[in-house]
């Protein structure tokens, strides 16, 4: 057989390959999209004016919700009125000290301790005007640490006496942080800054020189590091917090950089990260995006979802997530895939939480409190689960 033949004859076999191959290639058949189970709604109730403040949750049980028609709003379980207090508008989180008392700031510079029956124990003057912020406090032992305009106010929980402020930090979107020795988190005029329980200034970031104070006539100018929302830490003792718009940033306890992740938001990412048990970070983005990263600030998966995360996530016993987006509440697996969801009727900005008994409380921007069956048991036993890290909203971490 000459070379012409043998290639001819080559020719032909590949060609036979190529064909047979074609044939039992994998085909990808275009299926309807599998249905999204509904997450149950068990109960709803409506407010006097729009919520914006977290929700938090009492040993009892009992919901408390603040409101802009001034009033707090505690609610049991079944969704029934048991009191309302009327304290002034707030867009700020309540927290709940051990004995039951609820304590909340105001947008007009107070703060009211309320008995667990909805009396008035106290009030205080932290500053002079209108509140900047979406804030949330920090409860200690002794002290409510509250962001006031300016600075950082430590608020006595026994009688509302005002014992120290600190300048530089804590009247931007963001949230206190409260670690168990006492030393605090706060931003605050574009400056994340630590702080000692006497208000003194351990570390700043960006760091504020002497010189830069005396060009302002020492009053800190603003820094470039503008944290929008809480400050969440692990048990690696890592802070993180979104900065900005576009800004996922870990820092260790002494203000130094670890890594950041960049996003595409054109809005502000004021939704806290989230740690779970394994030491996974959840972060939603104002740019619609839901991510999952490991410690180093590798992504392991992310999810489009249908609107802006702003509130933050609460993490389920079981490893589930759920996340309020846009007008969607969306219960999302472990690796990234959505379980089931509800429609919440409007825009939520409160952070949800998560009762014992699995059920999910969701407050809206057009003042409605929403009760779903969660199903998927508790708040988990992590460092960070959900917004100001526990279900009085202390700021405090739940292991470090």
């Avoid at 200034?201 to 302002?216: F, K, V």
């Avoid at 900065?243 to 054109?266: F, I, N």
């Avoid at 895939?337 to 919440?344: C, D, F, G, K, R």
């Avoid at 699995?358 to 036993?381: K, N, S």
Wanted: charged share 15%; aromatic share 10%.
């Amino acid at each position: 057989m000459g070379q012409k033949q043998i290639l001819a004859t080559l020719i032909a076999l590949l060609g036979v390959v190529a064909l047979v191959a074609y044939w039992r290639r994998p085909v990808s058949h275009a299926t309807s999209p599998a249905v999204t189970p509904t997450i149950v709604k068990k109960w709803e109730f409506t407010a006097g004016g729009k919520i914006y403040g977290a929700l938090a949750l009492a040993d009892d049980s009992t919901i408390y919700a603040p409101s802009e028609d001034g009033f707090v709003y505690a609610l049991d379980a079944s969704g029934t009125l048991q009191w309302k207090t009327y304290i002034g508008p707030s867009i700020c989180a309540p927290a709940i000290g051990t004995d039951g008392a609820i304590y909340i700031s105001t947008n007009n510079g107070r703060v009211f301790a309320l008995n667990p029956s909805g009396g008035v124990r106290w009030t205080a003057e932290v500053y002079d005007g209108n509140s900047w912020g979406k804030n949330g406090s920090a409860l200690g032992r002794d002290y409510l640490y509250t962001a006031s305009r300016g600075g950082l106010s430590a608020v006595r929980l026994a009688n509302g006496q005002v014992d120290w402020q600190s300048m530089g930090g804590g009247e931007q979107w963001g949230s206190i942080t409260l670690l168990p020795d006492g030393t605090l988190f706060a931003p605050g005029r574009g400056r994340l800054s630590s702080l000692d329980s006497h208000g003194e200034i351990l570390w700043q970031h960006p760091a504020l020189t002497p010189e830069a104070l005396r060009r302002n006539a020492n009053f800190p100018p603003p820094g470039d590091f503008f944290v929008v929302s809480g400050i969440a830490v692990d048990s690696n003792h890592t802070l993180y917090a979104s900065v900005d718009r576009t800004r996922l940033v870990a820092l260790g306890l002494d203000g130094s950089p670890k890594w950041e992740l960049q996003t595409d938001s054109a809005a502000l990412n004021r939704a806290t990260p989230v740690i779970s048990a394994d030491g996974t970070i959840f972060f939603g983005s104002g740019d619609a995006t839901f991510y999952a990263l490991d410690s180093f600030g590798t992504t392991k998966w992310t999810l489009r979802l249908d609107g802006p995360l702003v509130a933050t996530p609460v993490l389920a016993q079981d490893g589930s997530i759920f996340v309020v987006s846009g007008r969607l509440l969306s219960t999302i697996s472990p690796d990234g895939h959505v379980l089931s969801h509800a429609e919440t009727g409007y825009e939520s900005e409160s952070s949800p939480t998560l009762a014992r008994d699995g059920t999910l409380y969701v407050a809206t921007v057009d003042g409605r409190v929403i009760a779903f069956a969660g199903g998927h048991g508790g708040l988990m036993d992590s460092p960070w689960p959900k917004y100001q890290a526990d279900l009085s909203n202390s700021g405090t971490p739940r292991t470090f």
